[in-house]
Nanobody
């Protein structure tokens, strides 16, 4: 049974950094595509960064240059390093996973069937 649990959210000032972590269980990580999504209050859930099982990555325009996704296949974890955070980054962040072979890092909600509970990120001065 594929499961994900995310952690690492919190309150940070503009310009600060946070590192979110997604723990994947139930399948070897090298067989799983993992994505980080966020949803602001009243907004849509959108993909910020996704990682295919072969290491291919995707970054949303708003994440490119500031966010970095990385996976540790030995530990079955996928992290999202977020730097230079701004108030617009305030949202609930979700980790999502789906068993998938190597290929492009599709970063759309319909491509993922297993979701974590979310972790809140608030960027405020």
């Amino acid at each position: 049974q594929l499961q994900v649990v995310e952690s690492g959210g919190g309150l940070v000032q503009p310009g600060g950094s946070l590192r979110l972590s997604c723990a994947v269980s139930g399948l070897p990580l090298n067989n799983v595509a993992v994505g980080w999504f966020r949803q602001a209050p009243g907004g849509e859930r959108v993909g910020m960064s996704c990682s295919s099982s072969d290491g291919s990555t995707y970054y949303a325009d708003s994440a490119l240059g500031r966010f970095t996704i990385s996976r540790d296949n030995a530990k079955n974890t996928v992290d999202l390093q977020m730097d230079n955070l701004q108030p617009g980054d305030t949202a609930a962040y979700y980790c999502a996973a789906h068993e998938r072979g190597p290929g492009p890092a599709v970063c759309r909600t319909w491509a993922y069937h297993t979701w974590g509970q979310g972790t809140d990120v608030t960027v405020s001065s």
